[in-house]
Every structure is written in structure tokens, then in C-alpha cells.
């Protein structure tokens, strides 16, 4: 990760990345530019477009004609992370925030997750964000929690404030090993270094919910090898807390039961792996209440299946499928 452009010019970089999200754009620019007026915080406004096929560079040329943002980048990066990448190395400010079109900044809370950095006590915070459901505006929190580390997400990326300087001496987002998750390995990252960090439940941007995304699973999926890839750690863990164990075998379903399961490739064995080295650690009361209950599931789903319609009976045997197979892998001899 390049080095450039880190004389901090500004106290804080929001990027923006975006592909064809020209009307969605308007009001995340549009919650940007009290920011940048206010004066509270120098703020730069850097958009990265990944080669839009509708108007967003027409448009992003007038709002930089306007001094609405700072610059734009449109090239055909590979993913968003690659284009998150990009935004790191033109960034100038000690702060670096990530956000796509979808995210309206809460700007009266901004300056609440750039202090901690600013002031030097910390190196990162974790912030709260409220996903808005596009069609019935329900509002829902999203907490942050540093708790189950390499099971869940920290926070909402577009909550996470970091500094410039950590997020280069961690090489950026490795989107190259996790193309659907590198925000949340890189999370993990900073927390796994031992930096002073910061938790603030106050909320400091809203989302705005779409419609269920095409490549969904490819999350859940890559979720998976994201845990199985840090077995050690995860095993530590459960040897330190004996709750995570059962954690652990949770958050692996959760994802199980949204992909085609079983799972291709080297995930599957390396979960496998995973779930066999937890067996062990857990209480043997414990695992057959646990075998017990994953195979009533999938027993009762199945009976089901005929009664439910064509999308519900694929997601039901999913869930027989996952829960039948980690029922198996506990049940093993050790």
C-alpha cells in the first residue's frame, strides 16, 4: 500500500465508493457538505466510481465543479475494495471513512468517531448505524461489538472510523483473499493488533436498505472461509471462554443455511477441521444437547418440505443439510 499523500491535509477522508448508484448519490454527497462547511473538521470529499455505465461521471464532474466533493476517481476497479484501496492512496486526511450511496452521515455524531483519533487516544472507533428498510422505513440499530472476534462483524463499515496511518501499515483491504468480506477482515485486523481503540453505541450514519443483492451468498460464503481461515485463533478463544465453543457453531450455521450447502472447494474441509477441534472443547453434557437439538431441527424442517412452496422448501433444506452435517461432525468420535 502506497504511502503518498499523508501529510494531512484534512482531519478527515470520506470515500465514497460507487458503480452506477447516480441517484442514491445525491443525498450521500448532499450529507457530506455540512461537514465540509461546518468547520468543526477539514473534511475531503474523494469519490471512487467503478466505471459507471449510467451518468454518475457527468454528474461527478459537476458536483467537483461545484466544490461539493474534492475529487473522483472512475476506473474499472476489480470490487469496491479495490476501489476503497484506491481512495486510501489519494486520501490526505488523518481519518479515513468508507461509505457507499446507500449512506446518509449523521454529521451532528461525526465528530464524536473523529475526537478519540484526532486527539491520539485511539486508533480506531467502532460507531453505531441505522439500516433503513427502503420500502416500509423501518429503522433498525446496528451495535458495534468487538466481542466475537472472527465470528462477527465489528461494526457497519460505514461506521468504522480509522486512522490513515493504521489502515496503511495494515496494507488496506486484502480483497484478493476475501472479496466479499475484506472490510471485516481488516477490522479484525486492527483489533488483532493491539491499537487503542474506541466503542460509541451513538449512531453516526443511517443505510439505506435495497433490495436483497444477487451475490448474498457469495457473502455468506466467504464469511465461512473467513472463520475457518482463523481456526487458532478461534480455538484459543474457546479454551478461554467455554461459551464460544457453542458461539462458534452458531455463526457457522447462520452462514450455512444461506449458501448451497455443502460448500465447494477447501472451505468445507477446513470448517470440518474447525467443528472437529471445537468438539473437543466442549463439555460432553453439553454437545449431545447440542446434537439433539441441531437434528430435531433438521428433522422437523424436513418433514415440511412438501407443505412449503418452491423458494421456502430450498432455503428448508439447506437448513437440513447444515444442521445434519455439523450434528454428524460433533457427534464423531473423538
Known amino acids: 500500500m502506497s504511502t503518498t499523500n499523508q501529510n494531512n491535509a484534512f482531519d478527515l477522508s470520506v470515500i465514497i465508493t460507487t458503480r452506477n448508484c447516480v441517484e442514491q448519490l445525491s443525498r450521500c454527497i448532499g450529507a457530506v457538505q455540512p461537514l465540509m462547511m461546518q468547520g468543526e473538521l477539514r473534511v475531503e470529499c474523494l469519490v471512487m466510481d467503478m466505471n459507471s455505465a449510467d451518468a454518475t461521471r457527468e454528474y461527478l464532474e459537476a458536483e467537483r465543479d461545484r466544490w461539493h466533493i474534492t475529487n473522483f476517481v472512475s476506473a474499472p476497479f476489480r470490487n469496491r475494495f479495490e476501489a476503497m484501496n484506491h481512495g486510501l492512496q489519494m486520501a490526505q486526511g488523518k481519518i479515513c471513512l468508507f461509505i457507499t450511496p446507500e449512506t446518509e452521515l449523521m454529521v451532528e455524531n461525526t465528530l464524536t468517531g473523529c475526537s478519540p483519533i484526532l486527539e491520539g487516544s485511539s486508533e480506531c472507533v467502532f460507531s453505531s448505524a441505522v439500516q433503513v428498510h427502503s420500502e416500509n422505513g423501518l429503522h433498525r440499530p446496528q451495535m458495534p461489538n468487538t466481542e466475537h472476534l472472527y465470528l462477527r462483524i465489528p461494526c457497519n463499515h460505514a461506521a468504522f472510523f480509522c486512522s490513515a496511518d493504521l489502515l496503511r501499515r495494515l496494507r488496506g483491504f486484502d ?42 451468498e457469495a457473502i455468506h460464503v466467504d464469511f465461512l472461509r473467513f472463520i ?11 479454551r478461554e471462554h467455554p461459551s464460544y465453543s457453542i458461539r462458534t457453531i452458531h455463526e457457522i450455521l447462520r452462514h450455512a443455511v444461506r449458501c448451497n450447502w455443502p460448500v465447494e472447494g477447501n472451505t468445507l474441509s477446513a470448517l470440518d477441521k474447525l467443528l472437529q477441534d471445537i468438539r473437543r472443547e466442549i ?13 430435531r431441527r433438521a428433522l422437523a424442517q424436513a418433514l415440511l ?9 430450498h432455503i428448508t433444506v439447506k437448513i437440513c443439510r447444515s444442521h445434519f452435517h455439523v450434528a454428524r461432525l460433533l457427534g464423531e468420535d473423538a
Not at 485486523?189 to 433490495?211: D, E, K, M, W
Not at 463439555?283 to 437434528?295: A, D, S, Y
Request: hydrophobic residues 35%; proline residues 5%; positive net charge.
Open 228 to 238: 475457518a481461515s482463523h481456526r487458532e485463533e478461534i480455538l484459543r478463544q474457546c
Open 283 to 295: 463439555r460432553p453434557g453439553i454437545k449431545r444437547k447440542i446434537i439433539r437439538r441441531l437434528r
Open 175 to 216: 480483497f484478493a483473499r476475501y472479496p466479499e468480506v475484506a472490510d471485516v477482515d481488516l477490522m479484525h485486523r486492527a483489533l488483532a493488533a493491539g491499537v487503542p481503540y474506541r466503542i460509541t453505541t451513538l449512531s453516526t450514519c443511517r443505510q439505506y436498505l435495497c433490495q436483497e443483492r444477487k451475490d448474498d
Open 305 to 313: 418440505i412438501p407443505f412449503k412452496g418452491l423458494r421456502r422448501a
